[in-house]
């Protein structure tokens, strides 16, 4: 999951002495490297498939076609197998992260953290000695297995560690460690590509391992989090680390309300059975519907297989790869500015806008490959044509990441309240990863069925997902969380849902209250 933060934004907390310690920006800046690793798989994929010495070695049939002339664009490269080596890792880390819930709860965030920087390192490894097509899928199975698990413990650890006060701030610094980590798999794809002797697809997935290896390095080093010693017993020890963390001795305040949040969680003993209950039904279908519609807004389409996709409309190996590059910045500087202005013009408007940036970008799209290629894709797009096309790329690219790229992960970060957040957490990671999944192995027959028509298909999904923000989705900006079944209350659908004398299942602890 990319971003998931359990812990509730707002200002809660306001009143403890914390200080933001070297020591709590080391911790933070070690488990951040999750993000960039979680990155760096989603972008390396694409542009090592584009490769010509790497298809030739693994998928000599796809070469084959992509050579042959007069071949139908859209499908050049349809290949169950191709698709397989990018979306084996989804499900795996679908699989691997209903275990890594349980460890994480068990024995603490650290042996989650240092299990998964493990099995990336080992999957970095074979898939850079790979051999075989089956060396190259059992890699991405344990990079799958890398992702479960880290992406489970280092958003919660971030988040237990960090001052009350910055943790929003954080859930949106975790999905910027997303797309850094792609950006630099496009960037380090870009030079690989051009070492001699067609190894360099050997290289970009090799070096996966990097920040692997930082995660699993300071893993060792790292303390584990106040709360977790809390949830398992160890009171003393929570005690000292809070003071450590926090660089004061005036913490009993905040360790007093994390001991009543982790009472009043461990009182809550059905999650999932409680988020199926009538008043919750708001929330079971935002936990569904958000990481659907952030799938279906065809993102990773571009993420995984942009080099692949600029190669089909005609781009030279190089510019492909380098086209890549250029979207995978784009990604990142728009993150930033929806950090900046999120707090300031709402989550709804952004998600307006970048739904109505990226319906209009499609379409163009859309209408610009059907006419070049019309709908036997022979041809290709003409030099100016193209550069309209990878623009075109950017403003989609921006639109999303301005929108529903970190607001598909802030969102339902704040909505659950603390009786459900468990549940709604990891319903929302995995129908995410799953959905990450079906695009991934979707997408390559889809290109080849639907044609420039795939461009239309996610338009279509981005008008119905504006529609729903506008008419389901209630602003949340500024609301403190154990104020929010107000929001619902007060909505024109939602409110019937929500019973007259609505009270927590559970007494909130002051820790979550804003
Ligand atoms: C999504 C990923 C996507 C990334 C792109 C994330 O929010 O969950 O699927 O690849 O954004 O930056």
Known sequence: ?????????????????????????????????????????????????????????????????????????????????????????YIAGLIASF????????????????????????????????????????????????????????????????????????????????????????????????????????VSLA???????????????????????????????????????RGTHE???????????????????????????????????????????QQLTGINVIMFYAPVLFKTIGFASNASLLSAVITGLVNVLATLVSIFSVDKVGRKFLFMEGGVQMFISQIIIAIILGKEFGSNGEGSLGKGIAIVVVILICIYVAAFAWSWGPLGWLVPSEIFPLEIRSAGQSINVSVNLLFTFVIAQAFLPMLCHFKFGLFLFFAGWVLVMSAFVHFLLPETKGIPIEEMPLAWKSHWYWGRFIPEDYRPDVELPKATKA
């Open 99 to 202: 275990f890594a819930s349980a460890v994480t709860r068990m024995f603490g965030r650290k042996p989650s953290m240092l299990f998964g920087g493990v099995s990336f390192l080992i999957g970095a490894a074979i898939n850079g000695a790979a051999k075989d097509v089956a060396m190259l899928i059992i890699g991405r199975i344990l990079l799958g297995v890398g992702v479960g698990f880290a992406n489970q413990a280092v958003p919660l650890y971030l988040s237990e560690m960090a001052p009350p006060r910055l943790r929003g701030g954080l859930n949106m610094c975790f999905q910027l460690m997303v797309t850094i980590g792609i950006l630099a798999a496009n960037l380090i794809n870009y030079g690989t590509q051009k070492i001699h002797g067609g190894w360099g697809w050997r």
């Open 251 to 293: 913490i009993e305040a905040e360790y007093n309300d994390l001991v009543e949040a982790s009472e009043a969680s461990k009182a809550v003993k059905h999650p999932f059975r409680n988020i199926l209950q009538r008043q919750y039904r708001p929330h079971l279908v935002m936990a569904i519907a958000i990481p659907f519609f």
């Open 1 to 89: 999951m990319a971003g998931g933060f359990v812990a509730p934004t707002g200002a809660q907390g306001q009143n403890y002495k914390a200080k933001m310690t070297t020591f709590v920006l080391i911790t933070c800046i070690v488990s951040a490297t999750g993000g960039l690793i979680f990155g760096y798989d989603i972008g390396v994929s694409g542009g090592v498939t584009s490769m010509d010495p790497f298809l030739k070695k693994f998928f000599p049939k796809v070469f084959r076609k992509m050579k042959e002339a007069h071949q139908n664009q859209y499908c050049k490269f349809d290949s169950q197998l191709l698709t397989t080596f990018t979306s084996s890792l």
């Open 207 to 245: 070096l996966a391992a990097v920040p692997a290896g930082i995660m699993t390095v300071g893993a060792l080093g790292l303390p584990d989090t106040p709360n977790s010693m809390i949830e398992r017993g160890h009171h003393d020890k929570a005690r000292n680390m809070l003071q450590k963390i």
